[in-house]
């Protein structure tokens, strides 16, 4: 009998403890109980001959008939074959010695370009010239080591085309080509191999070091954040606070002003009521003793009675009660409403500030490049208005105050200390920081596009854009460009266009101007360091010229 029929096909020896799954395949209980364990996870349970599936793991129950069979043959000498010199399955790298049924290779060797079974293996450690042999791990790619041209085994590399050959080819295909032995190619590439794992390493060690200090970094940010954070609301509270107990501090003086005030008139109103009284009275009793005097004819009588009858208590003085058109308390709202006014314009201010600290805090990263497409600038599109409180009264806007129009007649606005007076201009009422990107489209004569700082003055010649070191104009009309600052001018070259955009990345002091049409060209950089938040800015040409702030998509 074929004693293989009796192996299992997992450890390939005898059956041990024989169990049969439902298929009908055999195999020795711990073997295929140490399958099913690694497909547990999977709750699904198969046979790993013929892949049958078993939705429940199913029950293992010796094969005591194929256990004792297995027994016997055991007694009568039938002894299971080493797993090593067991036959070779379909996978497995097969001997190229044996003949019928092969056995599974042992060793390859690279000078004979065969495979061997461990028997057919041993002359390679007895035999001299064959100890001399190269034995490898069995392969089922030897032929690939032979020269498909001349029917050699490939121990040359040639470098110059990049490929093996064997000992005849530097004499024609590769005639004077840099040659090597194939041990002395691998050396060198195993050498590479070498360096570039030794790079690699390295590389992991560095980038390993940049994770901690980013870790570092980000476990700095969270603390500086929070407690920032925590300071923040602190002050605020107080300032509320502040304002809560000063708003109880007017309240009480009102009241307390009111309550003296109340208390006065109230005074003299009794006062004057009990004037009142005593005047009735007095009148109660002329009006009985002149009637009763009207029919007396002693004239004599009536004389000696009238200083009694006309002698009155000091009438209250009326000029003290002065009734005049008075405001009583509104002018506490009015002075309420200027110190409203004044804080919103610090809190504005400073939280334009504030807004700017943040967005600097800095970390270890590296900026961004500056954008090269129109998409790229569309990232950092902002939506931009004007501030009527900072338009000349010949600038009239319009649009949601994203165009501004140059008009012959003034236009009323109310007085405001950020209002320009002698140039038709205008900033926008949102600050300016980290990137930013917006376009404006002008028509007319021309128009200044540019940024400047709140500071910049509202009168004379230092508020004209450019004139000054407080802003940066791009002076555009139908013939030239024209960069100003600092009442310097520089020529700018470029196509024209009615539409114009800006790039501003505040923290590193970069920003650009752009000729925006199908493409876009740039006009001019500017690279500084600017020290406030910016605004952007307009200025008219002449009347009836317009530039509107585009929303770009």
């Given at each position: 009998m074929d004693q293989t029929?009796?192996?299992?096909?997992?450890?390939l020896d005898l059956l041990k403890d024989p169990v049969t799954i439902p298929c009908g395949h055999s195999y020795c209980m711990n073997c295929i109980k140490s399958f099913w364990d690694e497909?547990?996870?999977k709750k699904i349970y198969s046979c790993p001959q013929c892949r049958q599936t078993f939705t429940a793991r199913p029950v293992l129950e010796k094969n005591t008939m194929l256990?004792?069979?297995?027994?016997?043959?055991?007694?009568?000498?039938?002894q299971a074959a080493p797993a090593d010199h067991c036959y070779a399955g379909p996978e497995d790298v097969t001997c190229d010695v044996c003949t019928g049924r092969k056995m599974k290779a042992?060793?390859?060797?690279l000078v004979c370009l065969a495979s061997y079974c461990e028997k057919h293996l041993q002359p390679h450690y007895d035999v001299a010239p064959l100890k001399k042999h190269k034995l490898v791990e069995p392969s089922k790619k030897l032929q690939d080591n032979?020269?498909?041209?001349h029917d050699e085994v490939m121990k040359m590399f040639c470098r110059t085309d990049q490929q093996s050959i064997c000992y005849l080819c530097p004499v024609d295909d590769h005639k004077g080509h840099d040659t090597v032995s194939a041990a002395a190619e691998r050396t060198e590439r195993q050498r590479e191999l070498e360096v570039s794992?030794?790079?690699i390493q390295q590389r992991i060690q560095d980038r390993e070091k940049d994770v901690k200090l980013l870790q570092q970094e980000v476990e700095a940010i969270n603390q500086s954040a929070d407690q920032t954070v925590e300071d923040s609301e602190k002050i605020f509270t107080e300032l509320i606070h502040l304002i809560q107990k000063r708003s109880s501090d007017v309240k009480q003086q009102i009241r307390s002003q009111q309550e003296t005030e109340v208390s006065r008139v109230k005074?003299?109103?009794e006062k004057l009521e009990q004037e009142i009284t005593e005047l009735e009275r007095k009148d109660a009793e002329l009006k009985q003793l002149l009637k009763q005097l009207s029919h007396t004819e002693d004239h004599i009588q009536f004389l000696h009675n009238y200083p009694s009858l006309s002698a009155l208590s000091e009438s209250t003085d009326s000029s003290s009660i002065n009734i005049r058109p008075l405001s009583y308390f509104e002018d506490v709202t009015a002075a309420v409403s200027e110190v409203r006014d004044k804080l919103q314009d610090i809190l504005r201010e400073g939280w334009t500030n504030i807004s700017l600290t943040v967005t600097e805090v800095d970390v270890l990263l590296s900026d961004p490049p500056e954008p090269k497409t129109r998409e790229g600038f569309l990232k950092y599109s902002c939506e931009i208005t004007l501030d009527p409180n900072t338009a000349n009264s010949h600038v009239l806007l319009s649009v949601r105050n994203r165009k501004a129009i140059a008009v012959n007649e003034k236009h009323f606005y109310s007085r405001h200390s950020d209002r320009f007076y002698g140039r038709c201009q205008v900033l926008s009422r949102e600050s300016l920081t980290g990137r930013c990107y917006w376009e404006v489209k002008w028509r007319g004569e021309g128009v200044y596009v540019a940024v400047a700082y709140k500071s910049i003055s509202r009168k004379g010649s230092e508020s004209k854009f450019g004139h000054n070191d407080k802003s940066w104009a791009l002076d555009c009309n139908n013939d030239s460009y024209t960069f100003r600052y600092n009442n310097i001018q520089t020529p700018v070259?470029?196509?024209?266009?009615s539409r114009v955009g800006v790039y501003l990345d505040h923290r590193a002091g970069i920003l650009s101007f752009y000729s925006v049409s199908e493409t876009m060209t740039l006009l001019h950089r500017v690279q500084t360091t600017f020290t406030q938040p910016l605004y952007a800015g307009l200025k008219l040409y002449n009347y009836a010229d317009t530039a509107k702030l585009i929303k770009v998509k």
């Open positions: 029929k009796f192996c299992c096909s997992f450890c497909e547990e996870k256990a004792d069979l297995v027994e016997e043959l055991k007694k009568t000498g039938l042992f060793k390859s060797c032979i020269c498909s041209r794992r030794q790079n005074e003299l109103e070259s470029g196509p024209r266009s």
